[in-house]
C-alpha cells in the first residue's frame, strides 16, 4: 500500500485555506493549513511534509522570504507558490529563488494537483 502524501497548506485567506486543504483531503492526501509562514514553520520543525503550497503575498513576509524561510527548516520539501498579484516576473524570480512551482490564482484543480504529483515524484527520488 502507497503511503498517503501530505501538504502544508499556507494562505492567511481563510476561505482560500479552507478550500485548499478539503480539495486535497477529497483526493486523498493529507493536508494541513496555517495562516502565516510563523504557524507554517512551527509546522514544518515539527512534521515532514511531502510538498508545501503557499501564497507569496502573506503578512509579516516580504515578497519570496518565505521561500528561504521554509527550506531553511525542510531543504528537500518542493514548495509551490501561488499568488493572485503574479506577472510573468514574478514567477521567473520564484523560479530562480528555488520554488518548485508556480500557479495564477484562480487555478484549475488539475493544475494544482499536477504540480503536486510532480512534486511527489521529485520528492520520492531525492530521498531514494
Do not use: W
Not at 507569496?56 to 518565505?66: A, K, S
Not at 523560479?95 to 504529483?117: H, I, M, S, V
Request: glycine residues 8%; contains cysteine; charged residues 20%.
Amino acid at each position: 500500500m502507497a503511503d498517503v502524501h501530505s501538504v502544508l497548506v499556507v494562505d492567511d485567506d481563510l476561505a482560500m485555506r479552507e478550500m485548499l486543504v478539503s480539495l486535497l483531503e477529497d483526493r486523498g492526501l493529507q493536508a494541513c493549513g496555517a495562516s502565516s509562514v510563523a504557524e507554517a514553520l512551527v509546522h514544518l520543525r515539527t512534521s515532514d511534509f511531502d510538498a508545501v503550497l503557499s501564497d507569496i503575498r502573506m503578512p509579516g513576509t516580504v515578497g519570496l522570504e518565505l521561500l528561504d524561510q521554509f527550506h531553511g527548516v525542510r531543504p528537500s520539501t518542493p514548495v509551490i507558490l501561488m499568488t493572485a498579484f503574479g506577472t510573468d516576473s514574478t514567477e521567473q524570480d520564484a523560479q530562480r529563488a528555488g520554488a518548485f512551482g508556480y500557479l495564477a490564482k484562480p487555478f484549475e484543480a488539475e493544475a494544482l494537483l499536477t504540480t503536486l504529483a510532480s512534486a511527489f515524484q521529485v520528492r520520492q527520488g531525492a530521498n531514494h
